[in-house]
């Protein structure tokens, strides 16, 4: 089975545009989350979903970030009007459900704002 | 604030060593704690969960043990190759079950 995908894989883009990210979880996992890695730093928690619901959205960071998430499946984080503070590593991850089993991590979409 | 240090944060040991790497969290509340590798430019691998209730788990060469109480977990590698050279993370679930908090990791170097 198919592990969790990331897509981009790199994504360059100038300040002030706005930028996709996309997750495909591993199929029949309900749960699925994004964390930022910026250089030097550890993981932060951004958002998670339970099926297409996000309940705790108090990690992303500004206004500016949204995620959602379609058919208990593929979701996508939206960045808008990036700083070039966003440059990061964006990790998306999937588990069975909510807190049940490991979190399976996808590669990450490696973003440079320039 | 769950806060999750890993000591040390850079570590070098020669081929065949027995090595132990450390991980501490503030808060005992905890669901489970996951160790992970994290290869260069790659995501992060689970290597290790333990729940709440579980004191270790093995796996080949590796094995995780976990005092909740202390707040402290440790990843002891066996007889390290090269190829374990990467990052290891500890992350804690909190209680709700949920958002990892994940510690800066350890950056380990086995050399041949």
């Known amino acids: 089975g198919a592990g969790v995908s990331q897509s981009p894989s790199n994504k360059v883009t100038e300040k002030g545009k706005d930028v996709e990210l996309r997750c495909d979880p591993i199929?029949?996992?309900?749960?699925l989350y994004w964390y930022r890695q910026r250089l030097g730093q550890g993981l932060e928690f951004l958002i998670y979903?339970?099926?297409?619901?996000?309940?705790?959205k108090s990690g992303l960071p500004s206004d500016r970030f949204s995620a959602e998430r379609t058919g208990e499946s593929v979701s996508t984080l939206t960045i808008q009007r990036t700083q070039q503070e966003d440059s990061a590593v964006y990790l998306c991850?999937?588990?069975?459900?909510?807190?049940?089993?490991?979190?399976?991590f996808g590669p990450g979409t490696r973003l440079t704002v320039t | 604030k769950q806060e999750v240090t890993q000591i040390p944060a850079a570590l070098s040991v020669p081929e065949g060593e027995n090595l132990v790497l450390n991980c501490s969290f503030t808060d005992s509340a905890i669901y489970n704690l996951q160790w992970f590798r994290q290869d260069p430019g790659k995501g992060l691998t689970s290597l290790l969960l333990i729940q709440s209730s579980q004191r270790e788990q093995t796996s080949g060469r590796l094995n995780a043990s976990l005092d909740k109480s202390s707040g402290r977990s440790t990843l002891y590698i066996a007889a390290s190759q090269p190829g374990d050279s990467a990052t290891y993370l500890c992350a804690v679930s909190p209680n709700s079950g949920y958002a990892l908090n994940f510690g800066k990791g350890t950056s380990l170097l086995v050399t041949p």
């Open positions: 991850a999937s588990s069975l459900r909510q807190g049940v089993g490991e979190q399976y």
């Open positions: 979903f339970q099926g297409n619901s996000a309940p705790d």
């Open positions: 199929s029949g996992h309900t749960a």
